[in-house]
């Protein structure tokens, strides 16, 4: 009998992580973008590596687009190509990072021409979504300062309030807006945005059809992750997950890579705040596979998620509460630890077989051929980076 | 004519920064507690140490007390005891740390009974400021956990809420509550409330006379502190600091000392938000002078906090903000540095004098005699600590 | 067949990881030290405690001696108790922390008495090195300073070269000095052997027979520890290791507990490097059981040592290099946590029965009554602590 | 009479800081690069804007190369260019970060051809520096890893030596190699020269001709960088520094804009230890203007850095050794802090006008019209920036 539970295959079983399109064109630091053979042009092959991804795992089933990056004349046609290949089109995310207008701020900016852009581009996003049926605008900023004095940072927030109002009001009564903070960069100083509490504050101002999103790798070095995850579901905002993980700074790393302890934490957390499989909460990945291949970066790391999700289905809870009781510290921790000890990989194979799906997805993707497919196909063009 | 403007100087006259009680008594780390000649033994000669700080300095006219280190049989006696001396006291420290009950949670426990002694603790203090006349019950909580697993984190927010609400309760209409957040120490897995979003949605939910206490050495490594100040400010939260300063952790040395550029951002940032010399934004001291002495090292503290409100006050704001607006991030900054690298102290040692105290306070108080007097006459009993 | 090869569990039989006798103590932060019953109230009562969790593991034969706190009037019998339980007496640490002399420094002190008194404790350390039978003389410093100015950082340097050069004059043809690094704590402004570099620089200006121990929790916030571990195996000078984990600063917390993956890395870079079961390098524990059970806590740490090197053992490197060398990031990072997500537990429990020990040691040791019978007798006198 | 005393100022005159050649190229970070009027597009307009800063400043007469960035056909040309605006070239960068051949290292590559390909372009670099008459070679190296298990660290730590070891062959005799280290980035998870201590060691076995690049912004969050300086000081090592400053992680912000005191605390080692004006210690920037003005952020630069330099030089040596040696830690840090705060900006002003210098050299450079200059006429062609 396997170690997966009929409960824990329901849970893993309902699981789906939405992948980021971007993650599939070139990335790289401010030193060097290396490219790659195979790498998109456009956002019709971004789409198509995304469903390999879903091919080999069925767990994602929905690709993030970034606008402009994904702008695409015809987004029915877009959202066809995607259903044809057993995806759909999920969240879409704004990018007020990349035009000169935006040097010194977008929705926070001190000119009101340049926060009217900012807002303009935000309501074509969720023109867009009407047509993509997204339900998410994700919102993240790199609207900041790099030196103390240059910005009236009590201003900017108060700005950025304002800003935000005139785009939820455009929301439909379905559609919401996740708002996304982090620590710092490419602001060096302050950033405006920068912490959950921030974010949560914004948010709660704006309604309920506002929410945080939670990027693992955007905290102050020692941050303990969990807590937020529990504080924010216990506030009833936390909207989605920015999934990847991080040495140092914003690394944007394979989630699970860094880390491995940490997610399971992160997932336990979730499972304890009914954030699991709940849709409020979005599971999503944001990384960038700088030196990895892309399109096995991805497989890898929602086969990471998944993994840990059953090690954190596995937590004996009866057995843990009882420790947690009697503040009997380390048979609590080892009952906790034991479940991050398991080797679910098995079973989940195994699983993963009686469903019609590859043992070893990974394996699977990689003798498929497409690599070398893509790699002879995609010749000429522009390939497809943060820069386009 | 000085470079102290009347208005600048109308601000520092009102300054006043509150002195924690125990900050004269000994402290160090766990490795070792040194004592020193002197060192008071009671609250009635700690709350005299203190007032020799106010008398050359006129700058801390209340003394915080922590109980139950500073209870005392008659509380009356020990307010006219300090009035007699030239300070009122202020602040009531509570301390659920130190008792073998809470080893594992105060509030957030999860026995009743040890939640209900806690609670009472804390309607005790509630008691001591009625008679003492305090306004503020500053709360800080050890409460947290070693081990992942060791507690079920999100209960312990729930039931720190409960009890919360039954301190709040109890205060009177002039009274308030003042959560702090501390990112760790002494909890070393999790602390149930690490950040200032924590302390801001739980102050929050109590109400208008809940408010938060932003400790200057309890954040993450690169926390933009100042921005935290404004946000709190903006959101009408901001109800007090604890002053001191850092180079790792919660070291707890001398405020200006480690960054003295950074205790300037946040005392611009106090007076862009409408906090300076506002009745609603305490100032106090919370340091620990484990190896200096601690008369003089309160002195320097309350000159530092004193000298950078000088040079924070210089700052040329329309100057600055029409450099913003241009976005010449040069002459911002630049502008914003003057102000911090202007040396205003002649200009205040000459504005003491014109007030009848010592121009140089530390040198009038190191040649008073005073300690030289205590250290002779403090000889047998117990020397206070953070034990007693 | 068992997944641990017999390769595998010949490096297991070898492992020894030695013990700190003031584990056995209480200990805590600066806020509290809880007492615990059973606490060993001297040195005999500790190494009782010690050879427990040397009799269901068979990892741990030595036992580490802090000097004053493990002082007997006779060592040639403290030495016949310990071989009597099992065990053998380990490293000897000096302390050169807790006198008030050492207020300012010791080995580093302005003042030659002051250098005097510490030098003589380690000479004195290295006469009961001679008693004990032990190799190491392990020297950790709690030198530094507060403030900037309160010292002069470069005359401290040089005289602690001439302090280090006296005690390695006295050391034996077999014994070794290991100089511990620590990044901060107690002194929060600057440490004289604050890192790898300085701990290096300074043995290396010993000779041979002076090594640098490296505690995995005293590092900056994101450190590679593993990459200093192969650095220090390169260059010959990895003496020891005090092992312990940590999410904040130095917090003492069980090996393993806070990041396991990172316990896999050292492991891994020990082999790699040829550490493991080389009589060079020491393994060593050095934690604080604040919260949880003494005994029990040594177990469990000795226990994640083992698991994590079984673990680090069945690293396949024909494969892991095979995809180094052709650059394939992914499933070089695959091999390597494949390893790390093999649960070697069901292997290990089997092993140990083999070899006449108990399946799961702690079980055991929890069984045994052992625990209750000492919270009986050891009633009266004082609980060792770091205080005595 | 100045507050500048004769033998301050002489240390003054002597003072010089190289300026790097790409800084006033275009530069940012992943998320985007800001072009901006009258950006160089070669070398020979880098030097003639660096010159402009030595006009203004007599701080800042040598420029630094960066190869390929650099390249010119004749550079007996391009020296007798920089000599005709008043300024020499200085020390010759290297770069094996942009080849396509370097993705997974350079010097410490696994492939016998790629690490040829670097130490032949490091082999170029000293051939330039012959013409250039440049003394120093820097080396930064991208070398690292994103992922455990992708690099066998331990191999490239050998090769590293080994192919250092064919550059340092090559070297002249009045040439040396000096090699800097980084904490991260570009690679997220190892770097091949992460801390002082392996630029030591590296340094170490190549000879007396080696030395370490300190850059400021290359450390672990809360390093004690003044510490380092004087370590390095003390074992003759510290070849040059690369100033600037950071909040966060290598932010290449203006050297002195994050915490101006950690600068004055840097250069009071320098002079403790000699390494002022001594020509073995080379003080360089090394920064970015992303947002702000590039001529302007030099000048700004050398500027603060003149300016720390002259309030280190105030400290009261006497009166700080006495408060030393008395363990006065509150008197020790007064003094220190005392020349910190001390204004000389006056003083300052007033020499730079008596030795024909403008009083305000920022105000001067703005008035002279240069940049609406070359804003005017540096039109076409393709600004400078790290990709050309």
Excluded at 70 to 86: C, T
Excluded at 295 to 305: A, K, M
């Amino acid at each position: 009998m396997s170690i997966l539970r009929d409960d824990v295959l329901a849970e893993l079983e309902a699981q789906a992580i939405e992948l980021p399109s971007w993650a599939f064109g070139n990335s790289g630091t401010r030193f060097k973008v290396f490219g790659t053979a195979g790498t998109p042009r456009d956002p019709y092959e971004k789409i198509a590596d995304a469903a390999q991804v879903n091919r080999y795992t069925a767990l994602a089933p929905t690709v993030a687009l970034h606008i402009p990056w994904d702008k695409v004349p015809d987004y029915a046609d877009l959202r066809r190509h995607a259903e044809s290949l057993g995806v759909k089109l999920g969240t879409i995310n704004s990018n007020t990072f990349q035009e000169d207008a935006y040097k010194f701020g977008s929705l926070t900016h001190e000119d009101p021409k340049v926060r009217r852009q900012a807002i303009d581009h935000h309501l074509e996003c969720i023109d867009i979504m009407d047509e993509t049926g997204s339900r998410d605008l994700k919102i993240w900023l790199a609207d900041g300062s790099n030196y103390p004095g240059q910005a009236d940072i009590r201003g900017r927030q108060d700005r950025l309030h304002e800003s935000l109002q005139e785009i939820y009001a455009r929301l439909g009564d379905e559609q919401r807006l996740v708002l996304e903070y982090k620590f710092f960069e490419p602001a060096f100083y302050h950033t405006d945005v920068p912490d959950w509490g921030t974010s949560y504050a914004q948010t709660a101002a704006l309604g309920e059809k506002a929410m945080v999103c939670l990027d693992t790798g955007h905290h102050a070095p020692g941050t303990n992750i969990e807590f937020i995850v529990m504080q924010l579901l216990r506030l009833g905002k936390l909207g989605s997950f920015d999934f990847n993980s991080r040495f140092y700074a914003d690394d944007d790393l394979i989630v699970g890579a860094a880390d491995p302890y940490q997610l399971f934490r992160i997932v336990f957390e979730v499972i304890r705040g009914g954030g699991l499989n709940n849709p409020d909460v979005a599971f999503m990945l944001d990384q960038c596979h700088n030196v990895e291949d892309k399109i096995p970066g991805q497989i890898r790391s929602v086969l990471n998620v998944q993994e840990m999700t059953a090690r954190a289905l596995l937590v004996d809870h009866e057995a843990l509460r009882a420790a947690q009781l009697s503040h009997d510290v380390l048979e609590a921790n080892r009952v906790f630890m034991d479940a991050f000890q398991t080797d679910v990989r098995p079973a989940l194979a195994e699983w993963r077989e009686s469903r019609g799906l590859p043992a070893d997805p990974m394996r699977a993707y990689l003798d498929s051929g497409y690599f070398e497919r893509i790699a002879d196909e995609r010749v000429g063009g522009v390939q497809a980076s943060w820069g386009a």
